[in-house]
């Protein structure tokens, strides 16, 4: 490796850290977090670039890709860039599906394309890059980043953000390694001719693409496939059928299935199935793997309650983390109905536009979340003694 492209690296990572090290977040983990890669960035400016070996050029290569990993999501999850309002709720969802000692921090990186919502892996799975800074610099990060990508123009959506349920869903089920456990039991059935009648007959359903026989090569799409279910069912367990909502608009209510994706229609009647508890072969399948790897059963996690807050324009009082995550429901309830309720409640005179009724939502699930945060912040803290 020519160490003046290393350089030149390095150079781009400098620039990138002057903007990134001034950084404001709305919770103490990120900050924590940053301070360990500036930590990082001083010895790291220090060394002498020129005098690396290749072996030591191709890890100091590594690290500078982990940190611009790094501060690309950190950069996205600053105080004026996401609110903690969505981030809370995925937090409290996280808890449900880690061991108390586990640290990870969920980090945004804001994308163009108004349907890119996405999981990605790279900082939190790879120990290898972990094992490369503790080698070389001594320096151990006690937390990982959960980095999902974010809509731009949808951080506070949060009619659409019901989708980032699903999304840290892939992180549950890589963590736990749900899908793969599926797709090498499934194939294992297969070719020890334990399919009965019954679920075979799920299987021509959900995976229209192995009708002819479980071939090893289609195991990379099994496992796709299988890993889409389980973070719709994953999601449904927060905000009930309201993804598949939101993922029929998006997709056109397709019926084929890709490589990478199952048919809408599949997904949709799976979740179905698992909101309204019909039992089927298919999603026993999958109910019954899950607990193996995770300890944890997929059940429903939403406290339904019953106003008419919204429809009176102000925030629902919440008590608990279940009714935090069924304000999703209750606001795209509410949005799919007619609006006349609104209307009626506040005698208005006149129709309320689409684009009124929108932001109405948004808002007010905002500033339910915002105030449940800060009832439960001062119930935590007003039996604290002053120090």
């Given amino acids: 490796m020519d160490n003046k492209l290393l350089q030149l690296n390095f150079s781009q990572l400098e620039s990138a850290w002057k903007t990134t090290k001034n950084n404001h977040y709305s919770d103490s983990k990120k900050s924590k977090y940053q301070d360990k890669l500036s930590e990082l960035f001083s010895k790291m400016k220090s060394e002498d670039f020129s005098a690396s070996t290749v072996e030591q050029a191709v890890e100091r290569s590594l690290v500078i890709d982990f940190f611009f990993h790094s501060i690309t999501f950190l950069n996205g999850s600053t105080l004026t860039q996401i609110p903690f309002e969505i981030i809370k709720c995925l937090e409290e969802a996280l808890r449900d599906w880690l061991d108390e000692h586990e640290d990870f921090i969920i980090v945004t990186s804001l994308v163009k394309g108004i349907s890119d919502f ?6 939190t799975f790879r ?3 972990y094992e490369i800074i503790e080698k070389n610099y001594e320096i151990v990060f006690e937390s990982r980043l959960i980095q999902i990508n974010v809509p731009e123009s949808l951080t506070r959506d949060y009619l659409a953000n019901v989708v980032l349920y699903h999304e840290l869903g892939h992180f549950i089920d890589r963590k736990y390694r749900i899908s793969e456990i599926l797709t090498i039991s499934l194939i294992h059935l297969e070719k020890t001719g334990k399919i009965d009648n019954n679920l075979r007959q799920a299987l021509n359903q ?3 693409f192995i009708e002819h026989g479980l071939a090893h090569n289609y195991s990379r799409v099994l496992n796709s496939h299988f890993s889409e279910y389980f973070c719709d069912l994953f999601a449904a367990q927060y905000v009930e059928k309201t993804l598949g909502s939101y993922l029929n608009y998006l997709t056109k209510g397709n019926l084929q299935c890709s490589i990478s994706h199952p048919s809408t229609s599949n997904r949709i009647a799976l979740v179905k199935h698992f909101i309204e508890n019909q039992k089927t072969d298919f999603l026993d399948l999958i109910l019954n793997i899950t607990p193996l790897s ?4 997929l059940k429903k996690r939403f406290k339904e ?3 008419d807050d919204f429809e009176n324009l ?8 279940e009714e935090l995550h069924y304000l999703f ?7 799919l109905s007619d609006w006349s309720e609104i209307q009626r409640l506040n005698e208005m005179s006149y129709q309320l536009s689409p684009n009124q009724v929108y932001e109405v939502i948004n808002n007010l699930i905002e500033k339910s979340i915002g105030n449940y945060i800060v009832k439960t912040n001062w119930e935590k803290h007003k039996d604290v003694p002053a120090s």
């Fill in 118 to 123: 996405s999981f990605d892996t790279t900082l």
């Fill in 127 to 129: 120990n290898e890059l």
């Fill in 206 to 208: 959900y995976f229209p």
């Fill in 294 to 297: 995770t300890k944890k059963e």
């Fill in 305 to 307: 309650f019953s106003t």
């Fill in 314 to 321: 102000i925030p629902v009082e919440i008590n608990s983390a």
């Fill in 329 to 335: 429901v209750y606001g795209w309830n509410l949005w």
